[in-house]
């Protein structure tokens, strides 16, 4: 069974950017079976997803983040990585990374079987 | 966007009761629909995908159906281990989720 843990600053300051990195163990970030997506839950409330990619690099954002958000993939360190600008309390949050599971190869819907513990991050000067 | 509204927020049950938990999707999603369990301070676990295929290793009590714009997740015999907040996802359109079903028991 795979593993994946975030890594980030815990700490970011209001307007400047927030940058988590998610490691991929037991298994190939560069299953064609599998997009990499992240996902958040600010204290308190419910989930929200921030985006996905793919190992080649092609990726899906929340429009609601107003192209804040930036998700890359490092394949050769089996990584993905989410940078989240001018940050405000709003993005106060645990975040997560998961894997999501595609239903086909022909799509890319499916639904993220297995998640990260979560990181929590504060937004505070 | 697709919204996803679940119903109720809360409910209460006791240990045995069967319980069922509605989602409805703004627009049709066809079966394009997850549920998740969540438990205070965890990240969540799929239990359900394309509406209806319980996950492997999810204790058979539960179950999904529907499709289109109405589903519903059913635990025939709630236990005490059921006790979570509940999430369903639509993936018909990107990725949304509903904003949760908390789960006590009485």
């Known amino acids: 069974q795979p593993q994946l843990q975030e890594s980030g600053p815990g700490l970011v300051k209001p307007s400047e950017t927030l940058s988590l990195t998610c490691s991929v163990s037991?298994?190939?970030?560069?299953?064609?079976?599998?997009?990499w997506g992240w996902i958040r839950q600010p204290p308190g409330k419910g989930l929200e997803w921030i985006g996905n990619i793919y190992y080649s690099g092609s990726a899906y954002y929340n429009s609601s983040l107003k192209s804040r958000a930036t998700i890359s993939v490092d394949t050769s360190k089996n990584q993905f990585s989410l940078k989240l600008s001018s940050v405000t309390a709003a993005d106060a949050a645990v975040y997560y990374c998961?894997?999501?599971?595609?239903?086909?190869?022909?799509?890319?819907?499916?639904?993220?079987?297995?998640w990260g513990q979560g990181t929590k991050v504060t937004v505070s000067s | 966007d697709i919204q996803m509204t679940q119903s109720p927020s809360t409910l209460s049950a006791s240990i045995g009761d069967r319980v069922t938990i509605t989602c409805r999707a703004s627009?049709?999603?066809?079966?394009?629909l997850a549920w998740y369990q969540q438990k205070p301070g965890k990240a969540p676990n799929l239990l359900i995908s394309?509406?209806?295929s319980l996950e492997s290793g999810v204790p058979s009590r539960f179950s999904g159906s529907g499709s289109g714009t109405e589903f519903t997740l059913t635990i025939s015999s709630l236990q005490p281990d059921d006790s979570a907040t509940y999430y369903c996802?639509?993936?018909?359109?990107?990725?949304?989720f509903g904003q949760g079903t908390k789960v006590e028991i009485k």
């Open positions: 998961a894997r999501l599971s595609r239903s086909s190869t022909v799509t890319q819907r499916g639904a993220f079987d297995i």
């Open positions: 037991g298994g190939s970030i560069s299953s064609s079976s599998y997009y």
């Open positions: 627009q049709s999603i066809t079966s394009w």
């Open positions: 996802q639509q993936y018909n359109t990107y990725w949304t």
């Open positions: 394309k509406a209806s």
